[in-house]
């Protein structure tokens, strides 16, 4: 087990067209019925053109689904752990069946490959997040997904690829599993050890994939996720930069570096399978699994979802069937007194033990703080200090949830002119009314109307974010799921706030400043927050405040001591 067959790594599939039939059917497509491919989508679909997701030949039919849900394998009997299935709306589902053709296009509306139609049918949610992921949860990244922005109808069928989705960055270091194959052959590489990562790579990473690539007398091939990981991360373009920078600390001729564009799932002991299969397609012998491999964080008790080896014990059982080798990996640590990383089962009661979190490192980076060269190298840390400024530099977006009335307008107006006062950064309000009037006029007030006006606030304001400035919210927004996520799309590019401004309904009711909520109790408007509408109260936001009790400006100010305890102001 472990050393190369030839051809590497098993049979690949390449569902790309010969160069003229693509051109017949990029021509015939034109008629076809048309889906635009979302993030995760276009994610998915390069992997299954190049062949990365070998066996598979298309997005699954519903046997193959059902059978990868509640068995992990394919109808076949092949092991296969993640359910690749194409996601789509009622309305398109509408009008397509059996045996028609679909044309699949990217952003730019480039005709990616076209599907011939095979299943359609509407899945069962609930059991594919509690068969794939062993849970029903919402905390994981991956129900949510399932449940908030997959849509509700599947497509299977086989795909006929027309052209690979494009990438404008970092294409030297893009090469699809034939092409890393050849390189290996070339280069007379017969056992190479993957290493995945969703994280920049400090010292404890190099030295735990020297050893690795050590013990298992192989090279290595670092192969980091840049397609989708888990919402919050570092983006891949900063981690990228990083990578480069460790490289390039390597012995020479050792070590390679390579970008997988995988839509991860955070699906720990399922996920490290298919992270196995995936390696395995690129022509790998081993692959190394840590701790909490693909880990999704911990579910709504506050508990993990997975043990940190569940992921371990999984590939062990199937590494044979597999023919990939797991390297374990043992967590390294670094001992001060021998000035060395270790492995931590290697370290005595004498030993001083240095380690410093990934919370430790983003707490160190927001506030400014010094970043030890025992750590991490100097040309990581800085590119890292260059994206990840500390909070003060950063911008930030103050996002006001509650119900109409409850003060979310005043406080936000008020917080407004406080923060020009103190000025350094452009402010920008977008209060519901505002928005409703410039940006949603077309809008009502169903669920998927005040989703969509919720998402399009959430839009603007992370563009604000990512740019320094400050954003400030103030709709109902009364969803949980799509208040989570606006704060996953702005997170990753500045600081997010929520502010619950908790008045209770009958205070608003009593003030009714707009007559809303009479009109409301005598049926005239339907669909009223509060009333006739449902409000899901936030569990955990930034700050929370009650106006039945004190003045906006009071609450405005208490806002604006959170903002300073966390770093955002000065
Ligand atoms: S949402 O749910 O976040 O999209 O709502 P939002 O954009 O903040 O708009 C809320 C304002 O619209 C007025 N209005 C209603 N609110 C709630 N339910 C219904 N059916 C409704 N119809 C009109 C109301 O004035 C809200 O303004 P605020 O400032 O919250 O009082």
Known sequence: ????????????????????????????????????????????????????????EGFLNQADYDAVVETMRLTSGVLWPMPITLDVSEDFARDIGTGDRIALRDLEGVVIATLEVGDVWSPDKAAEAAGVFGTRDQAHPAVHYLHNIAGPVYVGGKLRGIEPPTHYDFKHLRDGPEELRQRFRKLGWRRVVAFQTRNPMHRAHQELTLRAARDAEANLLIHPVVGMTKPGDIDHFTRVRCYEHLTSRYPEQTTMLSLLPLAMRMGGPREALWHAIIRKNYGCTHLIVGRDHAGPGKDSKGEDFYGPYDAQELLKTHEQELDISMVPFRMMVYVENRAQYVPV?????????????????????????????????????????????????????VFFTGLSGSGKSTIANALMVKLMEIGGRHVSLLDGDIVRKNLSSELGFSKEHRDLNIRRIGYVASEITKNGGIAICAPIAPYAATRRIVRETISPVGGFVEVHVATPVEVCEQRDRKGLYAKARAGIIKEFTGISDPYEVPETPEIVVDTTDISPDLAAHRILVKLEAMGFIR
């Open 1 to 56: 087990m472990g050393a190369f067959k030839e051809p590497h790594g098993g049979e690949l599939k390449n569902l790309y067209l010969p160069d003229e039939e693509a051109a017949a059917e990029k021509r015939a497509a034109k008629d076809y019925p048309s889906w635009d491919l979302g993030e995760r989508q276009l994610c998915d679909i390069e992997l299954l053109l190049n062949g990365a997701f070998s066996p598979l």
């Open 345 to 397: 089962d290697e370290t005595t009661d004498d030993d001083t033990v240095l380690n410093i979190s990934g919370t430790e490192l983003r707490r160190r980076l927001q506030e400014g703080l010094d970043i030890p060269g025992w750590f991490s190298f100097p040309d990581v840390v800085e590119e890292l200090r260059r994206t990840h400024p500390p909070r003060d530099q950063q911008g930030f977006t």
